[in-house]
Protein backbone atom coordinates (compact mmCIF):
# COMPACT_ATOMS: atom_id res chain seq x y z
CA UNK A 1 0.00 0.00 0.00
CA UNK A 2 1.30 3.43 -0.50
CA UNK A 3 0.44 6.63 1.31
CA UNK A 4 0.71 10.22 -0.71
CA UNK A 5 0.35 13.38 2.16
CA UNK A 6 0.32 16.85 0.31
CA UNK A 7 1.48 19.77 2.34
CA UNK A 8 2.03 23.75 1.61
CA UNK A 9 -1.88 24.69 0.84
CA UNK A 10 -3.01 27.93 2.07
CA UNK A 11 -4.21 31.90 1.42
CA UNK A 12 -2.30 33.83 -0.66
CA UNK A 13 -2.87 37.06 -2.57
CA UNK A 14 -2.80 37.56 -6.35
CA UNK A 15 0.67 37.09 -7.58
CA UNK A 16 2.13 35.28 -4.76
CA UNK A 17 3.72 31.74 -4.28
CA UNK A 18 3.33 28.36 -2.93
CA UNK A 19 5.20 25.48 -2.57
CA UNK A 20 3.18 22.21 -2.62
CA UNK A 21 4.89 19.15 -0.96
CA UNK A 22 3.38 15.63 -1.80
CA UNK A 23 4.87 12.88 0.65
CA UNK A 24 5.09 9.34 -1.07
CA UNK A 25 5.51 6.13 1.78
CA UNK A 26 4.67 2.39 1.47
CA UNK A 27 5.76 -0.18 -1.40
CA UNK A 28 6.72 2.41 -4.15
CA UNK A 29 7.12 0.56 -7.26
CA UNK A 30 9.36 2.45 -9.95
CA UNK A 31 9.31 3.90 -12.05
CA UNK A 32 6.44 5.85 -11.52
CA UNK A 33 5.14 9.61 -12.66
CA UNK A 34 3.92 11.87 -10.12
CA UNK A 35 0.49 14.00 -11.00
CA UNK A 36 -0.68 16.99 -9.57
CA UNK A 37 -4.52 17.85 -10.12
CA UNK A 38 -6.62 20.71 -9.01
CA UNK A 39 -10.27 20.83 -8.48
CA UNK A 40 -12.11 24.50 -8.18
CA UNK A 41 -15.45 24.78 -6.88
CA UNK A 42 -17.88 23.70 -8.77
CA UNK A 43 -15.50 22.52 -11.42
CA UNK A 44 -14.14 19.22 -12.67
CA UNK A 45 -10.78 17.85 -11.23
CA UNK A 46 -8.14 18.77 -13.90
CA UNK A 47 -4.12 17.95 -14.51
CA UNK A 48 -2.05 20.62 -13.63
CA UNK A 49 1.43 18.75 -14.45
CA UNK A 50 3.01 15.65 -14.14
CA UNK A 51 6.86 14.07 -13.61
CA UNK A 52 8.15 11.06 -14.58
CA UNK A 53 11.21 8.52 -12.39
CA UNK A 54 13.37 9.90 -14.68
CA UNK A 55 12.38 13.86 -14.54
CA UNK A 56 10.03 14.36 -17.72
CA UNK A 57 7.64 17.09 -17.16
CA UNK A 58 4.50 18.31 -18.70
CA UNK A 59 2.44 21.19 -17.71
CA UNK A 60 -1.22 22.39 -18.62
CA UNK A 61 -1.10 25.15 -20.83
CA UNK A 62 -3.04 27.31 -17.86
CA UNK A 63 -0.11 26.94 -15.33
CA UNK A 64 3.04 26.94 -17.71
CA UNK A 65 5.51 29.11 -17.15
CA UNK A 66 4.05 29.86 -13.38
CA UNK A 67 4.53 26.52 -11.89
CA UNK A 68 7.13 23.95 -11.53
CA UNK A 69 7.00 20.05 -10.69
CA UNK A 70 10.12 18.74 -9.36
CA UNK A 71 10.73 15.43 -7.35
CA UNK A 72 13.34 14.44 -4.90
CA UNK A 73 14.17 10.50 -5.57
CA UNK A 74 15.99 9.72 -2.35
CA UNK A 75 12.91 11.15 -0.55
CA UNK A 76 9.68 10.05 -2.10
CA UNK A 77 9.08 13.66 -2.19
CA UNK A 78 7.35 15.77 -5.04
CA UNK A 79 7.06 19.66 -5.25
CA UNK A 80 4.88 21.71 -7.08
CA UNK A 81 6.10 25.35 -7.04
CA UNK A 82 3.23 28.42 -8.05
CA UNK A 83 4.60 31.29 -8.80
CA UNK A 84 2.50 34.18 -9.73
CA UNK A 85 -0.71 32.78 -8.36
CA UNK A 86 -3.91 33.76 -9.73
CA UNK A 87 -7.56 33.85 -8.25
CA UNK A 88 -8.67 31.33 -11.01
CA UNK A 89 -5.85 29.04 -9.56
CA UNK A 90 -7.27 28.39 -6.22
CA UNK A 91 -8.66 25.03 -5.81
CA UNK A 92 -8.03 21.55 -4.04
CA UNK A 93 -4.56 20.57 -5.08
CA UNK A 94 -4.36 16.62 -4.89
CA UNK A 95 -1.14 14.36 -5.62
CA UNK A 96 -1.55 11.32 -7.61
CA UNK A 97 1.58 9.17 -7.90
CA UNK A 98 0.81 6.19 -10.93
CA UNK A 99 2.72 3.43 -10.48
CA UNK A 100 2.61 -0.34 -12.39
CA UNK A 101 0.90 -1.59 -8.86
CA UNK A 102 -1.88 1.09 -9.09
CA UNK A 103 -2.69 4.77 -9.01
CA UNK A 104 -2.91 6.32 -5.53
CA UNK A 105 -4.18 9.70 -4.07
CA UNK A 106 -3.49 12.00 -1.03
CA UNK A 107 -6.23 13.83 0.34
CA UNK A 108 -5.33 17.08 -1.10
CA UNK A 109 -4.41 20.94 0.08
CA UNK A 110 -5.97 23.73 -0.07
CA UNK A 111 -5.13 26.65 -1.94
CA UNK A 112 -6.59 29.74 -1.81
CA UNK A 113 -6.01 33.31 -3.90
CA UNK A 114 -7.08 36.51 -3.05
CA UNK A 115 -7.84 39.06 -5.55
Known amino acids: QVQLVESGGGLVQTGGSLRLSCVAS????????VVWYRQAPGKQRELAATISTGGNTNYADSVKGRFTISRDNAKNTAYLQMNSLKPEDTGVYYC?????????WGQGTQVTVSS
Open 96 to 104: GLNTRGGMY
Open 26 to 33: GSIFSPNT
